[in-house]
């Protein structure tokens, strides 16, 4: 079973940044696709970022790209979220989310294709 916890939500002004992290524990973290999450208020769960076993691989909502980044270290059971030019819209509980083993270079995205999941992080991006 692998738990993931994470940390680094808070209240922001927009403009600002926030890095999000998401500590694993379990020996097969370096097996799975790794992502990230969120959801508003009133909203649905949606897609924010995912990246590959490796690292190699990523992929943004169009929301994000270009502010977002995510990244992982293998070594430390972690993943990264590094968010910058919040803005108020990008309020939500933030999940990070993990996978079954999978291949080297995969990227998922559907939040169906996740097994694990922390219980969120809140982030406040006030105007």
């Known amino acids: 079973q692998v738990q993931l916890v994470e940390s680094g939500g808070g209240l922001v002004q927009a403009g600002g940044s926030l890095r999000l992290s998401c500590a694993a524990s379990?020996?097969?973290?370096?097996?799975?696709?790794m992502g990230w999450f969120r959801q508003a208020p009133g909203k649905e769960r949606e897609f924010v970022a995912a990246?590959?076993?490796?690292?190699?691989?990523?992929a943004y909502s169009d929301s994000v790209k270009g502010r977002f980044t995510i990244s992982r270290d293998n070594a430390k059971n972690t993943v990264y979220l590094q968010m910058n030019s919040l803005k108020p819209e990008d309020t939500a509980v933030y999940y990070c989310?993990?996978?079954?083993?999978?291949?080297?270079?995969?990227?998922?995205?559907?939040?169906?294709?996740?097994?694990?999941w922390g219980k969120g992080t809140l982030v406040t991006v006030s105007s």
């Open positions: 379990g020996s097969t973290f370096s097996s799975a696709a």
């Open positions: 989310a993990g996978t079954l083993p999978v291949g080297l270079t995969r990227v998922i995205v559907s939040p169906g294709g996740m097994s694990y």
């Open positions: 990246i590959s076993r490796n690292g190699g691989n990523t």
